[in-house]
C-alpha cells in the first residue's frame, strides 16, 4: 500500500517548506519538495542603484545574512571594474568568518539536535554533576509545571533517538549554552560588520570599516571563547553522537543523494585569491575511494523550470534566465527553480566542501563507515568550523600587519560609482552552500538581476528529464515504519540545513500575475 | 479523576501520550523521591496553577528570520530564560520541536484557547495570498485568525510593522497596521528588530500585563522617541558641512556620512545610544550611513542608499540650509 504523508511546514529551518512523501512497505518511495513562499525581491531591485543591491539582497536571508551582501557586492565589483584590496578582503572574510562559526553551532544545537535525542532522558540522569544537575532541575521543573514549550509537542523518539542520560544532559545543555555562545559570535562579527543580522559594511569595492587596533584585539579575544566551543564541544559532540549511538543512522547512509557535489570555492587565505579555504570543484557520482574532482566552470549551470510555476523555457543560463510566473502550470509544484550543473543535479553545502577539499579529518570518518548522508553532513559541517576557526586566526594576524603598513586599504574608491552598462557575476560558498549572484547594468541602473543560491540547488524540484532535486533523492528508501512519526524525513532534510527563503525570491517583473495556484 | 483526565488529554495535545506519561511519571518520580501517585497529583495539581508563563503564538510570514535570529541574540537575560523560564512559546517554526501537523495542532489549539502574545515577523502580501502560504493556508487569514484571540500584538521587526523591503515588490507586502485594521499593535521597526527593543517590550508586558506607552505609529516611546542625529557622534562633522568622501583615509573616518546616504537627521530610533550587539557597534559606526530601517518609508522612500539623491536625503539638506536643523550647542 502506498502512503502520502505530507509535512507543511517543516520547521526549525529558514523559510516555508513543504515536504511530501509516498511511502510503500515502510519505505519513502518518492518525494516532493515545494517552496511556498515568494517576495519579488529581483523585480524590486530593477531600476534602482546597483549599489542598493547588496543591502537589499542580504534581506533575502536573515540567518545567512552577510553571505549575500558579499556575494553581491562580489558580482557589483566585477561589473564595476573594482578591485578590492587586501585590507578590504580580510575585513569581510573575519566577517564571515564569525557569520559560519554562529551559523553552524546554531543548526546543529538548535535546529536539529532535537531530532536525534529523547530529551526526556534527562530526568533519569545520575550524576552528581552540579552543572548538568541544574540542567535536569530546569527540564523537570518544565515538565512539573506542565508546560514544555517549545520542546515538545515532537515526533516520537524512535529506536535511533539517543536515550543514554548522561550524553542527553550533555547534548541539552550544550542547547542551553549555545544559544548565548552563538550570540557572541554573531557579536563578534558586529565588530567589523556593524551589527548582526544584517552587517552594513560590506558594499562594492571593499568596506566601509575603518579598523583599529582595539577591534583586532577584541574580536581575537572573543573568537578565543568560539575556539575553545568549536574545539572543546561541538566538534566532540558531534563525533560522540556519529560514531556512537547514531553509527547506525551513519552506516546505512540515511538520506544520501544523487553523490553529485558542487563548491564555488571561497574565503581567500592571501591576496592572490587563488589560495582558499575552500576551494572550487564538482564531484559527479562520487567514488569515496577514489575522489575526481572537476575544475568548477560557471557555463555549466542551467536552470529548468518544467516543474516550477514559471513560464515555460528552454534551461537557460542565470544570465538569460526569464522570470516570468506561470501558475497555470499544471506540472508544478515549487517557487524553487532546477538549477543543474552540465545538466546535472548536484549537492551544496559542507558535505560537498570537505568531499571537494579531500579534508583528511572528514576522510578519516568516511574510512571508519560513515557513509555519505544525514549524519555525514552533521560532521562536514562540525570539521570545516574549525578550518574557518583557524583562518579566522590567521586573518587577524595578517590585518593587524596590513594595518601597519603605509597604504593600507580598505576600499576601491576609484570604482564607486556605477558604470553606464555592464554586467558582473559573484560566487562564494555560504555556510549552507555555492551561492551565485549575476547583474546586468543599464544607464547606471539595475537592469536585471539574479541569484542562484544553495537551497536552490538542494530543494530543487524535477527537471525537465524528470530528474529529481537532491532532497528529493535523497529521500528515497528512508525507512518511515510509522507513517504518523515521519522522523527519519526531517532528519534528512534537516541535514541540509534548508534556507528557503533565499531560494524563492523571483517573480515576474512586468505582469505581477498570479493565475492559479493548486493548493493541498 | 477529572483532573487525572484533563492532564492526559492535555498531554496527548502535547504529542505525549498516556502510557508515555506514566511510564515517565515513574522514572521521574523515583528520581525526586516521590510516589508516583505523589508525583502525578502535584503535576496535575501544578496544571490549574500553570499558565504563569505567557503563551506566545510567533509567526512567520514574508519574512527572513533574521528578526528571529536577533531575539535569540538577547544575553541579558539569555534567550534560553526568556524561551524556557519566562514565557510559553507555543507555535515558532524556527525554533519549535514539532513540524506538520504536531505544529499545527498546537497552533489551533492555543488559538482557540485565547490569550497569548502574538508575535509577527514578516509582511502580508497583498497583491495575492498564494504568495505566502503556511500549512496549506494564507498567511494573511492565519494572521487574522491569530489576531482574534491575542491578548497582545508585537509586530517585530520593519516587515511586519510596515511591510518593509517587501512593500516595494510586486508581492506589495503590508504591515500589520494595514493588515490589520483597528487593532491595537507594538510596533518593533529596524530591520531586523533590535534584540533589546523586543527583550524590554516583553519584560516590560511581563511586570505589568500591559504594552509600553507607544507613539502615534505605535511604536515604544522609550525606544523610538529620539532622533538618530541627536545623538550621533559625527554630528558635528554635519554642522560644519565636512562629510566623508574616502573609506580609506584614517583622517575621514569619523566624519559625518551624508554623501554616503545617512538618513539619521530624519530618523528616530535610540540606535546611537543603545547601539546593537550588546553595545558593540552600530551602522553609522561601522562606516556606513543610517538607511532609515525604523520608518515606516523604508525601503522604498530611502533609495538610493548610498548618495545624498534621495527625496529623504535632499530634504535633509533643503532643512539644514534653512536653519531647520539646530547644530549642536557647544558644551
Given at each position: 500500500?502506498?502512503?502520502?504523508?505530507?509535512?507543511?511546514?517543516?520547521?526549525?529551518?529558514?523559510?516555508?517548506?513543504?515536504?511530501?512523501?509516498?511511502?510503500?512497505?515502510?519505505?519513502?518511495?518518492?518525494?516532493?519538495?515545494?517552496?511556498t513562499m515568494a517576495r519579488g525581491f529581483e523585480a524590486l531591485l530593477k531600476g534602482k542603484d546597483p549599489r542598493d543591491a547588496p543591502f537589499v539582497t542580504s534581506r533575502f536571508c536573515g540567518v545567512c545574512y552577510s553571505v549575500h551582501q558579499l556575494t553581491s557586492a562580489r558580482a557589483l565589483d566585477e561589473a564595476f571594474g573594482a578591485k578590492v584590496p587586501w585590507g578590504g578582503t580580510l575585513l569581510r572574510n573575519l566577517a564571515m568568518g564569525a557569520q559560519y562559526i554562529y551559523d553552524h553551532v546554531l543548526h546543529f544545537y538548535h535546529l536539529s539536535a532535537l531530532d536525534y535525542i529523547d530529551i526526556m532522558a534527562v530526568a533519569n540522569y545520575k550524576g552528581k554533576d552540579k552543572g548538568l544537575l541544574a540542567v535536569k532541575d530546569k527540564i523537570v521543573g518544565l515538565v512539573k509545571a506542565n508546560d514544555t514549550f517549545p520542546l515538545t509537542p515532537r515526533y516520537k523518539p524512535d529506536e535511533f533517538c539517543v536515550k543514554d542520560p548522561d550524553m542527553v544532559i550533555s547534548a541539552v545543555k550544550h542547547y542551553i549554552d549555545a544559544l548565548s555562545t552563538h550570540a557572541r559570535a554573531r557579536n563578534m562579527g558586529a565588530i567589523f560588520g556593524g551589527r548582526t543580522p544584517h552587517y552594513q559594511s560590506i558594499v562594492v569595492g571593499g568596506f566601509t570599516q575603518y579598523p583599529d587596533i582595539n577591534m583586532v584585539a577584541r574580536f581575537r579575544t572573543m573568537l578565543d571563547e568560539q575556539a575553545k566551543f568549536v574545539n572543546d564541544v561541538y566538534i566532540p559532540d558531534v563525533l560522540a553522537f556519529g560514531t556512537g549511538p547514531l553509527f547506525p543512522l551513519a552506516k546505512m547512509g540515511l538520506?544520501?543523494?544523487?553523490?553529485?557535489?558542487?563548491?564555488?570555492?571561497a574565503l581567500e587565505k592571501d591576496p592572490t585569491g587563488k589560495d582558499?579555504?575552500?576551494p572550487p570543484g564538482v564531484i559527479v557520482g562520487l567514488d569515496p575511494k577514489n575522489i575526481k574532482v572537476q575544475p568548477f566552470d560557471q557555463k555549466k549551470i542551467t536552470e529548468s523550470v518544467k516543474y516550477a510555476w514559471y513560464k515555460q523555457d528552454e534551461p537557460q543560463h542565470p544570465y538569460n534566465g526569464k522570470q516570468e510566473f506561470d501558475l497555470e502550470q499544471k506540472k508544478a509544484y515549487s517557487f524553487v527553480k532546477a538549477p543543474r550543473y552540465d545538466g546535472l543535479p548536484m549537492?551544496?553545502?559542507?558535505?560537498a566542501r570537505m568531499l571537494i577539499a579531500r579534508e583528511p579529518t572528514f576522510l578519516g570518518l568516511v574510512k571508519q563507515g560513515v557513509k555519505l548522508g544525514a549524519v555525514a553532513r552533521h560532521a562536514a559541517r562540525a570539521i570545516e568550523t574549525k578550518l574557518v576557526v583557524d583562518a579566522c586566526y590567521k586573518w587577524c594576524d595578517d590585518l593587524l600587519s596590513a594595518m601597519t603598513k603605509p597604504g593600507f586599504k580598505i576600499h576601491d574608491t576609484d570604482h564607486w560609482e556605477p558604470p553606464n552598462n555592464g554586467m558582473g557575476s559573484g560566487f562564494y560558498e555560504a555556510p549552507r552552500g555555492a551561492l551565485g549572484h549575476w547583474i546586468k547594468i543599464k544607464d547606471k541602473k539595475i537592469d536585471n538581476y539574479q541569484a542562484v543560491v544553495?537551497?536552490?540547488?538542494?530543494?530543487?524540484?524535477?527537471?525537465?528529464?524528470?530528474?529529481?532535486?537532491?532532497?528529493?533523492?535523497?529521500?528515497?528508501?528512508?525507512p518511515v515504519p510509522d507513517p504518523d512519526n515521519p522522523i527519519n524525513v526531517v532528519r534528512v532534510i534537516r541535514s541540509f540545513d534548508p534556507c528557503l527563503a533565499c531560494a524563492i525570491h523571483l517573480i515576474d517583473p512586468k505582469t505581477n500575475e498570479i493565475r492559479k495556484f493548486i493548493v493541498e | 479523576m477529572d483532573k487525572k483526565q484533563d492532564l492526559y488529554s492535555w498531554l496527548e495535545i502535547r504529542g505525549v501520550s498516556r502510557r508515555e506519561f506514566i511510564k515517565y511519571c515513574a522514572a521521574t518520580a523515583a528520581v525526586l523521591g516521590l510516589s508516583e501517585l505523589e508525583f502525578t497529583t502535584r503535576v496535575a495539581q501544578a496544571l490549574e496553577t500553570a499558565a504563569k508563563k505567557p503563551p506566545v503564538i510567533?509567526?512567520?510570514?514574508?519574512?527572513?528570520?533574521?528578526?528571529t535570529i536577533s531575539f535569540t541574540g538577547a544575553l541579558n537575560p539569555p534567550a534560553a530564560s526568556i524561551i524556557l523560564d519566562k514565557l510559553s512559546i507555543r507555535y515558532h517554526e524556527t525554533i519549535m520541536a514539532a513540524a506538520g501537523h504536531l505544529a499545527e495542532s498546537v497552533y489551533h489549539n492555543t488559538v482557540k484557547k485565547g490569550g497569548y502574545v502574538l508575535v509577527v515577523e514578516g509582511s502580508i502580501p497583498s497583491a495575492d495570498d498564494r504568495f505566502c502560504m503556511v500549512g496549506g493556508r494564507p498567511f494573511r487569514k492565519i494572521v487574522e485568525e491569530a489576531a482574534e484571540k491575542a491578548a497582545a500584538i508585537i509586530a517585530v521587526g520593519a516587515c511586519a510593522a510596515y511591510g518593509g523591503i517587501p512593500a516595494a515588490g510586486p508581492t506589495r507586502g503590508i504591515g500589520l497596521h494595514k493588515a490589520l485594521p483597528g487593532k491595537a499593535v507594538i510596533n518593533l521597526s529596524t530591520c531586523p528588530v533590535h534584540t533589546d527593543h523586543l527583550v524590554g517590550t516583553i519584560l516590560y508586558f511581563l511586570a505589568t500585563g500591559k504594552g509600553p506607552p507607544l507613539d502615534d505609529i505605535g511604536r515604544p516611546k522609550a525606544y523610538f522617541e529620539q532622533s538618530i542625529h541627536d545623538n550621533c557622534r559625527r554630528r558635528s562633522y554635519f554642522d560644519e558641512d565636512t562629510f566623508l568622501k574616502d573609506w580609506n583615509d584614517p583622517t575621514q573616518k569619523d566624519f559625518c556620512l551624508y554623501e554616503k546616504g545617512c538618513k539619521g537627521p530624519d530618523i528616530y530610533s535610540d540606535c546611537a545610544i543603545r547601539r546593537w550587539n550588546d553595545g558593540i557597534n552600530f551602522c553609522i559606526d561601522c562606516g556606513a550611513g543610517c538607511q532609515g530601517c525604523a520608518d515606516p518609508d523604508f525601503y522604498a522612500g530611502m533609495t538610493p542608499l548610498y548618495t545624498a539623491e534621495s527625496e529623504r536625503s535632499q530634504n535633509i539638506m533643503?532643512?539644514?540650509?534653512?536653519?531647520?536643523?539646530?547644530?549642536?550647542?557647544?558644551?
Open positions: 500500500m502506498v502512503e502520502k504523508i505530507v509535512i507543511d511546514p517543516v520547521t526549525r529551518i529558514e523559510g516555508h517548506l513543504k515536504i511530501e512523501v509516498e511511502v510503500e512497505n515502510g519505505n519513502v518511495k518518492d518525494a516532493w519538495s515545494s517552496g538520506g544520501g543523494g544523487h553523490y553529485n557535489y558542487i563548491s564555488y570555492g582558499l579555504v575552500f549537492e551544496a553545502g559542507p558535505l544553495p537551497s536552490t540547488w538542494n530543494a530543487s524540484p524535477r527537471d525537465e528529464k524528470k530528474v529529481r532535486g537532491p532532497y528529493e533523492e535523497s529521500l528515497i528508501g528512508v | 510567533w509567526l512567520e510570514g514574508q519574512d527572513c528570520a533574521g528578526c533643503a532643512r539644514k540650509k534653512a536653519g531647520l536643523i539646530p547644530k549642536k550647542e557647544k558644551v
